[in-house]
Each structure stands twice: as C-alpha cells, then as structure tokens.
C-alpha cells in the first residue's frame, strides 16, 4: 500500500510532511496495518512516498519516524512544485506537480540523503524524471532498491524497462541472467 503524502496537487496534503503530523499518521497507520494482519493472517507492506522539494532536516525526520514506525518502503519523490530549468517555456508557469526531466535531480538528492540517514532500514524506490536507462542506474547507485518509471514510460514506451535492466546490470557489474 502506498500513502502519498506528497502530491502538490491536493490542497495541504504535503502538510503531513511536518513530523507531529507525520508521526501521528505513520502510527495510525502501522496500528491500522497490525490489526488488519491479524485479523486476515496476511502482511501487506506499507510504503511511504514523499516530495522532492524537502529541506535536509525534513528528510532527516522523516527517515528518523520511518525507521522509528517500522514502515517497509519509502519512495523518493514525488512531482516538484519547483519551476526551475521551465520557467522560460510557454506553460512553464502552470501550477501542479511537474514531472520529468525537471525532477530528477531533487529526486536523486531526496534518494542519496534518505539512503545515507537510513542506512538500509528499509528500501528506498526511486522514482522522478528516469527518462534513460542511464537515470534509472543514477537512482540505484544513489541508494535505492528499486526504481518506478512513469514519464519516461510514457515518452520512451515500454523499450524503456529493458534499457533500464541493461543499464542498472552494467552498473551493478552483474551479468544479466
């Protein structure tokens, strides 16, 4: 289950970003998660996505309560509300999340720090502007575990995953199987 705390595009969502609202929420949720295991005798992992447009102390928090809550999964990031490198293209100013190539960098910022406050606690699934199998790679040597394509899958169609598998194996100095 994901929880998405960090769409731009629903009015004070991000707002349970702020770690009293953040702490309360992942108890909840992890509560709400027991209960459900037991009374169906099956796990369902929860992973937390958060935004690219986080402070070093927002992302020091919140690594602290995933690791403090036992969450299973944090995905790194969500679209920016930023306008930097658009602000000169004709919709540069729309407002809403903004995807793509404009993101990747704060999301491979978000991945590099939550992987070196977590230090493994938990997987981190990177996501935001993998546009290349080369983008794909950058956010598995950052630190995450797993990588979530959506922009570039629509640009680039489905070719996209296996340059993404070539990429990350080559980095990863593995043999494909």
């Given amino acids: 289950v994901t929880v998405n705390i960090s769409s731009p595009n629903t009015k004070n969502l991000r707002q349970l970003q702020d770690e009293d609202a953040l702490n309360n929420l992942l108890s909840l949720l992890k509560a709400e998660q027991q209960k459900l295991s037991d009374a169906h005798g099956k796990y369902v992992p929860i992973a937390l996505k958060i935004a690219p447009d986080l402070s070093d102390e927002q992302i020091a928090q919140i690594a602290h309560l995933l690791t403090q809550h036992h969450i299973d999964g944090v995905i790194a990031t969500n679209t920016t509300l930023s306008r930097e490198g658009v602000e000169n293209l004709e919709h540069g100013a729309e407002t809403g999340g903004l995807s793509g ?24 699934i990177g996501v935001g502007g993998i546009l290349t199998g080369a983008d794909a790679a950058e956010k598995i040597n950052a630190g995450a575990s797993l990588v979530q394509i959506y922009s570039g899958l629509i640009y680039r169609g489905p070719e996209l995953i296996a340059e993404c598998c070539d990429s990350i194996f080559r980095a990863s100095g593995t043999q494909k199987a």
């Fill in 101 to 124: 190539a404009p993101v990747r960098d704060k999301s491979t910022t978000v991945i590099r720090a939550l992987h070196q406050r977590l230090q493994g606690a938990l997987p981190i």
